[in-house]
């Protein structure tokens, strides 16, 4: 009903007077990202430049489109913008076209011609990339995750399991962080859920309290389920330090991550899921920095439906809760997917800039999408439901949140270029930045340490050496020795460490197979199903906490 109203009020306006609306609605006092030029009453209009505030980044944002309207080429575009202002940026790339930026642009008759016709200065460029990939899959340093930090939550998301499982995932990773048992990779987390559901852990089992053996197999069984499909290798050590995502190059340009993810899109939930591992991390480690000039990074999230889709409520809420706090930490987020009925309303309603390539309406379930679609932009001079189904390539719907605080006027806008290739890069080029990357040493070789598999082998190989020695008389075999080198022995309670005892400040004495263990480690660790459900109040609260995700807090290597 507003839209129709706004289309018959805006028959009264004259080009000039929509020019100058827009004009005028674009004007901002700081640094900007330049997106393309009006296009009104037809016309594409360079003295009518659109653009984004960089100040308002952190407010995140929406890029939405059919399939082939653009919107890879848009996220490159402000990439390249966002990297030149000193600005560090995450990309997904799902197809591996995102490798151009590695690549300076050609400048072709067609491509010179459109962007002088926009009022661009377009030049060939090349920018600091920096290829990841997830466990290797791919061209890229390999990126993994500890099972331990990357907590319960996500990792029911990957194994699809219920709620009721997902609780259950959430008792057993509350008895590993108790009993200092480190679950870094799948062998790990496969090796509690054994010991908990052999006779040996039964008591174990029976004091954990609402996880019972029918629901603990089942998990085993998803679990071995991941390893059989490959899942392994995208689990462990060393794990990826998110810190390296914020990194700038030498000349202070930001350096643009790209997430190299044709090898694993056969896995659309894991690449997903990584990405919100990514961004909890993000969130738990970063500091409070409020209003700033420009954001300590911009995060595109790709392909955002598939978060969503059949997400449980804690999930769900997690995401809700990130994305709410996390502008307050200098960091900005923009979902990319095809419509905002993609994104739940919660999330939707936190996306304060929003460039909307063309929908397709050919059947009634597209005329319901393009109707919500409109119903989300605020009033305009367009007729939105005629433009969102008639936009070229390159061509979008824009409003951004000016530096009031307020939503800037509807614009049509085509699009600026990007100054790099469009298009993949030389493999070849893309092999040698990998191998010349600063973090190819740090992260390219997996690493086994001794985590909870080999503690708990341990452990019963040394009761079964005791059980004859205990039958003969024959001395019992001396104590297990501490954990590996690359784990601290139990600290003080202290608010300022990453780590700590348990809530009450004494030793836990667990007896079972894990006696001698957990007595050789000290107290156990803070987190936990209560700890899990507490606010984020205070530091020390935050300190022993489990996140919103269930992830943990690590201590950073470097």
Request: with cysteine; hydrophobic share 40%.
């Amino acid at each position: 009903m507003a839209e129709s109203s706004a289309a018959k009020t805006s028959t009264a306006k004259t080009t000039d007077e929509k020019l100058s609306t827009i004009q005028k609605g674009y004007v901002f006092e700081g640094a900007t990202v330049a997106l393309g030029a009006a296009i009104v009453d037809g016309e594409v209009r360079p003295e009518a430049q659109v653009g984004l505030p960089l100040a308002m980044m952190n407010r995140h944002g929406l890029v939405a489109g059919a399939t082939g309207t653009g919107k890879t080429v848009t996220l490159h575009m402000i990439a390249e913008q966002l990297s030149t202002a000193g600005v560090p940026v995450f990309l997904a790339d799902m197809k591996g076209d995102l490798t151009g930026l590695a690549t300076g642009g050609e400048g072709s008759e067609k491509l010179l011609a459109r962007t002088k016709g926009l009022g661009q200065d377009w030049k060939s460029s090349t920018f600091p990339v920096e290829f990841l990939a997830l466990g290797g899959e791919g061209a890229g340093v390999p990126v993994r995750a500890t099972i331990t930090s990357f907590g319960p939550i996500l990792l029911s998301r990957v194994m699809e399991l219920n709620e009721t499982q997902e609780s259950s995932l959430q008792l057993i990773f509350h008895f590993a962080d108790k009993n200092q048992l480190e679950l870094t990779d799948l062998k790990d987390l496969r090796a509690v859920i054994q010991f908990l559901t052999s006779a040996e852990g039964k008591d174990e089992l029976e004091n954990l309290g609402g996880l019972s053996k029918a629901t603990a197999g089942v998990i085993l069984r998803e679990l071995v389920g991941l390893e059989a499909a490959g899942m392994e290798k995208f689990f462990g050590e060393p794990e990826f330090d998110t810190s390296e995502l914020l990194r700038t190059g030498p000349d202070g340009r930001g350096v643009i991550t790209c997430l190299e993810l044709p090898g694993v899109a056969s896995k659309p939930l894991l690449f997903s899921t990584f990405l919100m591992w990514l961004l909890a991390d993000l969130f738990e480690d970063l500091p409070e920095v409020g209003d700033a000039d420009k954001p300590k990074l911009v995060f595109f999230l790709d392909e955002a439906h598939l978060l969503f889709n059949n997400a449980s409520k804690a999930f769900l809420d997690a995401i809700t809760q990130t994305v709410r706090l996390i502008r307050s930490k200098g960091v900005g987020i923009f979902f990319v997917t095809q419509t905002p009925k993609d994104v739940p309303a919660d999330v939707l309603g936190q996306l304060a800039n929003r460039v909307q390539h063309a929908l397709r309406a050919f059947t009634p379930e597209d005329a319901k999408a393009l109707k919500a679609t409109v119903s989300t932009f605020p009033v305009s001079d367009y007729d939105l439901g005629e433009v969102l189904t008639s936009a070229g390539i390159g061509e979008a719907v824009i409003t951004v949140m000016n530096e009031k605080g307020a939503p800037t006027p509807v614009a049509l806008t085509r699009l600026r270029a990007p100054e790099s290739k469009m298009g993949p890069s030389d493999p070849a080029l893309v092999a040698s930045a990998v191998q010349a990357s600063p973090l190819l040493a740090r992260y390219g070789t997996a690493v086994d340490n001794v985590t909870a598999y080999e503690k708990l082998q341990q452990a019963a190989e040394q009761k079964q050496a005791a059980e004859p020695a205990a039958q003969t008389g024959a001395p019992l075999p001396p104590p297990p020795p501490l954990p590996s080198p690359n784990l601290e022995p139990p600290a003080p309670r202290d608010a300022d460490r990453r780590d700590g005892e348990g809530h009450d400040g004494e030793r836990h004495d667990d007896g079972g197979v894990l006696g001698d263990v957990v007595g050789s480690l000290g107290g156990a660790l803070g987190g936990g199903l209560k700890s899990m459900a507490r606010s984020f109040g205070t530091q020390l609260g935050r300190e022993l906490m489990r996140g919103m995700f269930g992830t943990s807090s690590r201590r950073r290597r470097r």
